[in-house]
Nanobody, 120 residues
């Protein structure tokens, strides 16, 4: 059974930091991207950060310079270090893994989500 196990969410004051972790089960092969989306109440889900197997990264403009994504390929784990948090960062953060090949096809896997709340 494929699983993405997230941890690290919580309540923090504005200006504080949190670190999210997402461990993907070993039966996910050929991982291309690992990343984090977020969804705030009444808003669409948006891609926050993504990292490739070779370390290429993407960041949402509003988090550039504050958030850092990293991954441990040996552990199939992705991390999101969030610094200088703002109330507008409040959302459910959802881990995403995109895997597959041209032969097997590609698939998205999703975590359950972890709540991040930033108080002003």
């Amino acid at each position: 059974q494929v699983q993405l196990v997230e941890s690290g969410g919580g309540l923090v004051e504005a200006g504080g930091s949190l670190r999210l972790s997402c461990a993907a089960s070993r039966n996910i092969f050929s991982i291309n991207y690992m990343g984090w989306y977020r969804q705030a109440p009444g808003k669409q889900r948006e891609l926050v950060a993504r990292i490739t197997t070779t370390g290429g990264t993407y960041y949402l403009d509003s988090v550039k310079g504050r958030f850092t994504i990293s991954r441990d390929n040996a552990k199939n784990t992705v991390y999101l270090q969030m610094n200088s948090l703002k109330p507008e960062d409040t959302a459910v953060y959802i881990c995403n893994v995109y895997s597959g090949t041209q032969v097997s096809g590609f698939k998205d896997y999703w975590g359950q989500g972890t709540q991040v709340t930033v108080s002003s």
